[in-house]
C-alpha cells in the first residue's frame, strides 16, 4: 500500500497563492504520474493537473496559466504552484497517483488517493 501525504492548504484572499505538496510514502511500478484533483461543495470530483514522471502534463482548463505542477522524481514528491485563486477554486484538493501511458495523459487510471486538503479562497 502507498500512503500520499498532503500539506499546503489553507485560506488566501482572491488574487493570492498557495503551493500544495504531496508525497508518496514509495515508489511502485504502479506509479508513473503523480496530481491533483479537486472537489468542491455539492460538486464532482475535477481533475485540476497531473504530471507523469517523464515530464508531460495535462491541465483542466480553468487554471492554464494559474497553476503550475511540478515534480521531484526523487523524493516522489509532486507539487501544485496555485496563483491568481478566485473564490471558484475553493475546494478540498486531493493528491492523486496512478498509472497513465497516453501522452496527454487523459488515460489516467488512479490507484492511490491522499486524504485530501482544503483551500478556501475568500477575502
Known amino acids: 500500500q502507498v500512503q500520499l501525504a498532503e500539506s499546503g492548504g489553507g485560506l488566501v484572499q482572491p488574487g493570492g497563492s498557495l503551493r500544495l505538496s504531496c508525497t508518496a510514502s514509495?515508489?511502485?511500478?504502479?506509479?508513473?504520474?503523480m496530481g491533483w484533483y479537486r472537489q468542491a461543495p455539492g460538486k464532482q470530483r475535477e481533475l485540476v493537473a497531473v504530471?507523469?514522471?517523464?515530464?508531460?502534463?495535462n491541465y483542466a482548463d480553468f487554471v492554464k496559466g494559474r497553476f503550475t505542477i511540478s515534480r521531484d522524481n526523487a523524493k516522489n514528491t509532486v507539487f501544485l504552484q496555485m496563483n491568481s485563486l478566485k473564490p471558484e477554486d475553493t475546494a478540498v484538493y486531493y493528491c492523486?497517483?496512478?498509472?497513465?501511458?497516453?501522452?496527454?495523459?487523459?488515460?489516467?487510471?488512479?490507484?492511490?488517493w491522499g486524504q485530501g486538503t482544503l483551500v478556501t479562497v475568500s477575502s
Open positions: 514509495r515508489k511502485t511500478f504502479l506509479i508513473n504520474t
Open positions: 504530471m507523469h514522471n517523464a515530464g508531460n502534463t
Open positions: 492523486n497517483a496512478g498509472t497513465s501511458w497516453a501522452s496527454d495523459l487523459t488515460d489516467l487510471v488512479s490507484h492511490y
